[in-house]
C-alpha cells in the first residue's frame, strides 16, 4: 500500500480481518487476552511504515477501542474484536469524509491566494506524488483539491510531476487526471523550477505523511525543492492533509522525522528489470523529504485551512484544537486520537447513539481511560461521582478521586427537561467540544480547558472548577456580588468575538469557520423557537405565573410592535454571521469566585449577531434586579451592583473591542507608504478605503468603528429584551424568579420585568445616547430598569 491515509486504513482494515478470522480462537484468552493480541498485531503494523503518522495513530485508536471494551462491563472477546472492527471501519468512512471537506476548504483557499496574486480566470495547479482516490480511501487530499477546483470551474490546468524515481506521478496521479477528465499536463520532476519562473503556476498543493507540531511537513521525497522553488518565485505552496497527520508530540520536524530509505534498484534499474546505470555506483534513495513550515502558506485540513502565527511560525495542536479537532491536551504526547469510536457502549455509540450514563457509568467510563484515571488518582472504588447538571438540556457529572476531579458532560438525542418527545441531536456536544477550544485559545483566562471528547459517545471531559467556585446564577439568588465580574465578563466577550470574527481571521478562514458551526443547526433551530417564536403565540411548551400573568400574556400575543421587532432580530440571528458567539451566555453558563469567572456550556455555539451573546448575558442580569425584589434579605446594594455591571460590561467590552480592532488594523504610523498590509485586515481596510490620515482625516478610521460599535449596542438591546420574555413567558425560566416563593410576589417581579424587556425589543433606538459607550449608551438603559423596577 502506498499514500499515508490509504496505508493507515488498509493497515487497522488488515488487524480487523485477522481478529475476526480468529474470534474462535480469542474467546479462550478472554476480553484481556484479545486486547492484548489485538496490541500485539497492531505494533506489528505500525513497524512496518516509520514514516506516516496516519498509520501509528489510527492503530493506537484501534487499540484504545480494545481495550476500552475490554474494560466494560460485562466484556467478552468478542465484544473486543467487534468494538476493534467497528473503529476500523469507523476510520474508513471518516476518511472518506474528511477528505471531501479538505476539498472544500482547499479549493476556495487556492482561488483565494491566487487572487492576492492578481490572476484571473482558471488556475493552473501543480501537484506532486499522488494524493487522489488511489492513495485515499478515496476521493483525495491535494488532488480532492484539484478536483474541487474543476468542479466549480476554477482550474485551467493540472500540472503533476513525474515523482522520480517511482513515478507516483507519472503513472499515478496523471491516470486519475485523465480518468476524471481533468485537463493535465506531466512534467519532470526538475522542470517544475523552470515553469514557476515562466509564470506559469499560480499555486502548488501536495500532500504529507507526518507534519510536526511547527508545520515542519515530510512528504514524497522532492516535495522540499519545489517549496524552495515557489518561495524564490513567489508562487504559493500548500499542504493538504487530515489532521492525523500532524505529529503533536513532534515539535519540529526538521532532523527528527524518520526517513524511510527504498532499496537503491529503483534508481539503477527500469520497473522491468533492465539496468540503466553502471554497475558499481553508489546509491542512496530516500522516499521522503521534510520541508520547513517557514516555506509552507497553509496547511488544509478536513477541518478548515491552518495559517501560520504573525511571526510565520505554525502551532498547530493550539490550531486544531480551536477548530475542535480530535486531540485532547493529555494525550497528545503519545499521538493517540481523543475522539475514539470505542469505549463502553463500543459499536452501538458509532452507529445508533449513545447509551445514557448513570453515576456508576460516569465513574466507568472515567477509568476505562488510565489518562484521565491517572488525574483522579487510586481507582474507582476510590471515587465519589455526583449529577450536577441544570436538568433542561445535558447530563453532567463531577468525578472526583484523591488527586483530583473531572467534570463529565453528555449529550444525548433529545431534551433531558421534556424527554424523548423533543428529539434533539447529541452532535452539540462536536460543537460545544470545537467552541471551548476555539474560546480557550482566544480567552485562556476564562475558559476551561477541554481533556477529551468523545464522538461516539457524545461525552466531554473537562476541567473542574474547584470550589469555591459557584454557578453565577446561585451566588446571585443567594445576595452575593462579584467585584471582578464585569472585568472578567467584557474580556471574554471582547477577546472572543472579535477574535472570531472577520475583523481579525482571514477571509478563507471566516469562510470555513463559519460553514463548519452552521452545521450546528439543531441547536439553532431549538434558539429560533424558543427564543423567537414560541412566546409570541399559543405554544406547548409555554409557561408562566398563571393565573396572575394570564392578561400580561395575552397582551404580548396581541403585541404587533413586539412581534414586528422580534422578526426583525430573528432574521439577524438568521443571517448575520459576524462572529462564533457562546450562543447561550447566561449567569447559569459562568462559574466564578469573587476573583475568578470562567465560561461553560457552549453547546449552542454558532456564527451568529455579536448581539445576541451581549444581550443574553445583559438578560440575566436585569432578569435578577427584577427578581429581587422577592427574593429574601435586604439586597439595595446588590440591585445597585447589577446595574452598575450592566453598563461596566457593555462600556467594557465597546472599549475592549475597539482597541482589539485597531491593534489588528492597517495604521498608516505603523505601515509605511509601500509596506504590506496584513492579510487579515486586507480585505476590510486598505489604503483605497483609508488611505493615510493626512488624505482621508484622522477620524475615518473611528467613524468606521463608531457605526459598528453603535450598531452592535441597538442588537444588544433588542436581543436583551427578547431574552427577558423568553424567561417569563416561554419553556426555560430562571430561578432568579422561580425561587420566589409567594406567585403573587413573583407575578409582579416578573411583570415588571416583561414589561422592560418589551420596551428594550421594541424602543432599542430610544436608548441610543452616545455611541461606542463612550458616555455610556447603557446608562439609559440603566435608569430606565430602576423606573420600571419602582413602578
Known amino acids: 500500500m502506498r499514500g499515508a491515509p490509504a496505508i493507515a486504513v488498509s493497515g487497522v482494515l488488515g488487524v480487523a480481518v485477522e481478529l475476526r478470522a480468529r474470534a474462535g480462537e480469542l474467546r479462550a484468552a478472554g476480553p484481556a487476552g484479545a486486547a492484548a493480541e489485538a496490541r500485539r498485531l497492531l505494533q506489528r503494523v505500525v513497524t512496518s511504515r516509520p514514516t506516516a503518522v496516519n498509520l501509528s495513530e489510527g492503530c493506537a485508536r484501534m ?90 470551474g476554477d482550474l485551467e490546468r493540472a500540472f503533476c510531476t513525474e515523482t522520480r524515481p517511482y513515478g507516483q506521478g507519472a503513472r499515478l496521479t496523471a491516470y486519475e487526471l485523465v480518468t476524471e477528465g481533468i485537463p493535465g499536463t506531466l512534467i519532470a520532476d526538475s522542470a517544475a523550477a523552470g515553469l514557476m519562473q515562466s509564470g506559469g503556476l499560480d499555486a502548488v498543493v501536495v500532500g504529507a505523511d507526518r507534519i510536526a507540531n511547527n508545520g515542519d511537513v515530510a512528504n514524497k521525497v522532492g516535495t522540499l525543492p519545489l517549496a524552495l522553488a515557489a518561495k524564490q518565485f513567489g508562487v504559493p505552496f500548500f499542504v493538504a492533509a487530515t489532521s492525523t497527520t500532524v505529529d503533536f508530540g513532534m515539535p519540529r520536524g526538521v532532523g527528527s522525522i524518520p526517513i524511510e530509505e527504498r532499496s537503491g534498484i529503483e534508481l539503477t534499474h527500469s520497473r522491468a528489470g533492465e539496468r540503466l546505470v553502471v554497475e558499481g555506483i553508489a546509491t542512496w534513495n530516500p522516499a521522503f523529504d521534510v ?100 436538568g433542561n438540556i445535558n447530563f453532567v457529572f463531577i468525578v472526583e478521586g484523591p488527586a483530583g476531579a473531572l467534570v463529565l458532560k453528555q449529550a444525548l438525542p433529545y431534551v433531558r427537561c421534556v424527554g424523548e418527545a423533543w428529539p434533539l441531536s447529541a452532535e452539540r456536544a462536536r460543537f460545544e467540544a470545537a467552541a471551548l477550544r476555539a474560546e480557550r485559545l482566544c480567552c485562556p483566562s476564562h475558559v476551561p480547558e477541554v481533556m477529551l471528547y468523545d464522538h461516539g459517545a457524545a461525552v466531554i471531559v473537562m476541567q473542574f472548577l474547584a470550589p469555591p467556585h459557584i454557578v453565577l446564577r446561585k451566588g446571585l439568588v443567594a445576595g452575593e456580588s462579584y467585584p471582578l465580574l464585569a472585568e472578567h465578563v467584557s474580556d471574554f466577550l471582547a477577546e472572543t468575538l472579535f477574535k472570531t470574527s472577520a475583523l481579525y481571521l482571514s477571509a478563507p478562514e471566516y469562510r470555513a469557520e463559519v460553514a463548519k458551526y452552521s452545521q450546528n443547526s439543531d441547536m439553532c433551530a431549538l434558539t429560533e423557537q424558543v427564543v423567537f417564536t414560541d412566546p409570541y403565540g399559543e405554544a406547548e411548551h409555554n409557561r408562566w405565573t398563571s393565573p396572575q400573568l394570564d392578561g400580561d400574556v395575552k397582551e404580548l400575543w396581541r403585541d404587533a410592535e413586539a412581534k414586528v421587532a422580534v422578526s426583525q432580530l430573528k432574521l439577524k440571528f438568521l443571517t448575520s454571521a459576524q462572529a462564533l458567539l457562546h450562543g447561550d451566555l447566561h449567569t447559569g453558563s459562568l462559574m466564578v469566585t469573587p476573583k475568578t469567572t470562567w465560561a461553560i456550556d457552549p453547546e449552542f455555539a454558532f456564527y451568529g449577531p455579536i448581539g445576541f451573546d451581549i444581550g443574553a448575558f445583559l438578560a440575566n442580569l436585569f432578569l435578577c434586579y427584577f427578581a429581587s425584589a422577592g427574593l429574601p434579605g435586604e439586597r439595595s446594594s446588590q440591585r445597585d451592583w447589577l446595574l452598575d455591571t450592566a453598563v461596566e460590561v457593555w462600556d467594557g467590552f465597546s472599549r475592549k473591542f475597539a482597541e482589539l480592532w485597531r491593534s489588528h488594523m492597517f495604521l498608516p504610523d505603523k505601515f509605511p507608504p509601500g509596506g504590506n498590509v496584513p492579510n487579515h485586515t486586507e480585505a476590510l481596510c486598505t489604503r483605497a478605503l483609508f488611505g493615510t490620515f493626512a488624505s482621508k482625516g484622522p477620524d475615518s478610521f473611528e467613524c468606521l468603528q463608531d457605526a459598528v460599535i453603535s450598531g452592535l449596542f441597538l442588537d444588544s438591546i433588542g436581543f436583551a429584551g427578547a431574552k427577558m420574555i423568553r424567561r417569563i413567558v416561554g419553556i426555560a425560566h430562571v430561578e432568579d424568579l422561580d425561587s420566589i416563593p409567594d406567585a403573587d410576589v413573583r407575578a409582579n417581579c416578573e411583570r415588571k420585568a416583561l414589561r422592560f424587556g418589551r420596551e428594550l425589543l421594541v424602543n432599542a433606538k430610544s436608548f441610543q445616547g452616545r455611541v461606542m459607550g463612550r458616555g455610556s449608551d447603557m446608562s439609559l438603559v440603566v435608569a430606565a430598569a430602576r423606573k420600571a423596577f419602582a413602578g
Open 63 to 152: 487499540a484504545a477501542a480494545a481495550d476500552a471494551a475490554a474494560a466494560a462491563a460485562g466484556a467478552s472477546a468478542d465484544g473486543v474484536v467487534e468494538a476493534a472492527v467497528a473503529c476500523a471501519e469507523g476510520m474508513l468512512a471518516e476518511d472518506l469524509a474528511d477528505n471531501r471537506r479538505i476539498g472544500a476548504h482547499g479549493a476556495p483557499a487556492l482561488v483565494a491566494a491566487a487572487r492576492q496574486r492578481g490572476r484571473g480566470g482558471g488556475l493552473r495547479v501543480l501537484t506532486h506524488c499522488n494524493t487522489g482516490a488511489l492513495a485515499t480511501a478515496g476521493y483525495g487530499t491535494a488532488l480532492g483539491c484539484v478536483r474541487e477546483l474543476w468542479g466549480a
Open 291 to 390: 520541508t520547513p513550515g517557514a516555506l509552507i502558506t497553509g496547511i488544509i485540513t478536513e477541518l478548515g485551512v491552518l495559517l501560520p502565527g504573525p511571526g510565520g511560525d505554525y502551532d498547530l495542536d493550539a490550531a486544531v484544537r480551536a477548530r475542535g479537532g480530535r486531540v485532547g491536551a493529555i494525550m497528545k504526547a503519545e499521538g493517540v486520537a481523543a475522539e475514539t469510536r470505542g469505549g463502553q457502549q463500543g459499536a452501538q455509540e458509532a452507529t445508533g447513539g449513545a447509551k445514557a450514563l448513570d453515576l456508576d457509568g460516569a465513574a466507568s467510563y472515567i477509568a476505562a481511560r488510565p489518562e484521565l484515571a491517572a488525574l483522579l488518582g487510586a481507582s474507582k472504588e476510590d471515587w465519589s461521582v455526583k449529577e450536577v447538571g441544570d
